[in-house]
Every structure is written in structure tokens, then in C-alpha cells.
């Protein structure tokens, strides 16, 4: 059975930090990224990751503020968060495909997802 389990989501200050996690067991794959949805908006990519700490692709909201990794030996991916602002308030989902996807963005391009994390960014 193939499960994504997010972790590492909570409040932080604006300026603040967080690391989350996505723990993935029973596969591994070859195309993993983090998804984030505010309240009333649609999912929208936010960061992905080819390989076993290959390639790695930002949105431009998020580009130089958050580093994407992954530890293959833990089956695990993480989402360094600096800088974070009010506005990336959000559940932040994981996602993952066994495949090599070719647009990264597009949320229906991943066959996994995990349960999602909270991050909250106060001003």
C-alpha cells in the first residue's frame, strides 16, 4: 500500500521558518513536489524534485525562499520554508509519481498524494 504522510506544518511568524516532511512508503518514485491551497483558491504548484536529489524546479513565488530535498535511503522529501510570508498560508500537500512527469505543475500529472499539513503564516 502506497502512503505519502506530510509532517512539520504549524504557525510561524512572518520572517519565520519551516522544514516539512513527506515520509512515502510501499514505492519509490521518480517524480516528487510539494502542492500548497488557500482557503477559496485552487491548488497551485509550489516546488518538485527529479531522481534521488536530481533536478529540482520552483514556482516563482517561492523560488530562493524554499529549497526542495530528498533523502532516498529514508524514502523522504522535505521542503526547507525561509522567509515565509502571510501569504504562503496554506495546506501543503505532497505529491508523487513513479513516473518522469513531464509538467511538473500540473497537479494531475502526480497518481499520489498524501493527507496535507497547515502552515499558517501570521503578519
Known amino acids: 500500500q502506497v502512503q505519502l504522510v506530510e509532517t512539520g506544518g504549524g504557525l510561524v511568524q512572518a520572517g519565520g521558518s519551516l522544514r516539512l516532511s513527506c515520509a512515502a512508503s510501499?514505492?519509490?518514485?521518480?517524480?516528487m513536489g510539494w502542492f500548497r491551497q488557500a482557503p477559496g483558491k485552487e491548488r497551485e504548484f509550489v516546488a518538485a524534485?527529479?531522481?534521488?536529489?536530481?533536478?529540482?524546479y520552483y514556482a516563482d513565488s517561492v523560488k530562493g525562499r524554499f529549497t526542495i530535498s530528498r533523502n532516498s535511503a529514508k524514502n523522504t522529501m522535505y521542503l526547507q520554508m525561509n522567509s515565509l510570508k502571510p501569504e504562503d498560508t496554506a495546506v501543503y500537500y505532497c505529491?508523487?509519481?513513479?513516473?518522469?512527469?513531464?509538467?511538473?505543475?500540473?497537479?494531475?500529472?502526480?497518481?499520489?498524494w498524501g493527507q496535507g499539513t497547515q502552515v499558517t503564516v501570521s503578519s
Open positions: 510501499g514505492r519509490t518514485f521518480s517524480t
Open positions: 524534485i527529479r531522481g534521488s536529489g536530481g533536478a529540482t
Open positions: 505529491a508523487a509519481d513513479p513516473s518522469f512527469v513531464a509538467n511538473l505543475p500540473r497537479a494531475r500529472a502526480y497518481k499520489y
